[in-house]
Antibody, heavy 123, light 113 residues
Framework: EVQLVQSGAEVKKSGESLKISCKGSSYNFANYWIGWVRQMPGKGLEWMGIIYPDESEARYSPSFQGQVTISADRSINTAYLQWSSLKASDTAIYYC????????????????WGRGTLVTVSS | DIVMTQSPDSLAVSLGERATINCKSSQSVLYSSNNKNYIAWYQQKPGQPPKLLIYWASTRESGVPDRFSGSGSETDFTLTISSLQAEDVAVYFCQHYYWTPPAFGQGTKVEIK
């Protein structure tokens, strides 16, 4: 089954670091862009950034540039979203999602989503 | 950045009736070289991730019921549910992917009247 499987929920304190993961299966992971989307409690969707695993080329929304790091390891079909110092305002569900359309196409709508990782940060 | 604004924020529709959601972009998302509008629509039910319904403003994703349709061009777009079913209760989001950063509308909550 084509799917994205995300790592489990995390509970952290302000100032701590965190790396969450998103593993793709049953498709050519390296050649599809993988994006990250934030959903704060009861709120809408925010596009954070995206990575092309084959080249580890990442693009960021200006709102998230410098706040998070997106990376990927194509050898294990996994993308990552990382924080060096969490804030209480980072509390949210984080979704990874695969670009739609043909592989390597830079059309950044998402046709396949993970189930989300809930990150809770206490102050 | 392109800002996406949906209207209304919520609507209640009787079963079997039409639901219409609007989405306006702050600038055109029609790419002249391929004549495509870089707009997608998603459905999100409680406790679930979003699900792609429509891309290129009007192309239905495989498996999506044909009661869902998308229309519009340049800056004004519409998602229509032709005959609302109970399972369509959800929040619907539009998204542009014209350039970086892509952005979502704030969402429209659809309920049963």
């Amino acid at each position: 089954e084509v799917q994205l499987v995300q790592s489990g929920a995390e509970v952290k304190k302000s100032g701590e670091s965190l790396k969450i993961s998103c593993k793709g299966s049953s498709y050519n992971f390296a050649n599809y862009w993988i994006g990250w989307v934030r959903q704060m409690p009861g709120k809408g969707l925010e596009w954070m950034g995206i990575i092309y695993p084959d080249e580890s080329e990442a693009r960021y929304s200006p709102s998230f540039q410098g706040q998070v790091t997106i990376s990927a390891d194509r050898s294990i079909n996994t993308a990552y979203l990382q924080w060096s110092s969490l804030k209480a305002s980072d509390t949210a569900i984080y979704y990874c999602a695969r670009q739609g359309g043909d592989q390597a196409a830079s059309y950044w709508y998402f046709d396949l989503w993970g189930r989300g990782t809930l990150v809770t940060v206490s102050s | 950045d392109i800002v996406m604004t949906q209207s209304p924020d919520s609507l209640a529709v009787s079963l079997g009736e039409r639901a219409t959601i609007n989405c306006k972009s702050s600038q055109s998302v029609l790419y002249s070289s391929n004549n495509k509008n870089y707009i997608a629509w998603y459905q999100q039910k409680p406790g679930q991730p979003p699900k792609l319904l429509i891309y290129w403003a009007s192309t239905r994703e495989s498996g999506v019921p044909d009661r869902f349709s998308g229309s519009g061009s340049e800056t004004d777009f519409t998602l229509t549910i032709s005959s609302l079913q109970a399972e369509d209760v959800a929040v619907y989001f539009c998204q542009h992917y014209y350039w970086t950063p892509p952005a979502f509308g704030q969402g429209t909550k659809v309920e049963i009247k």
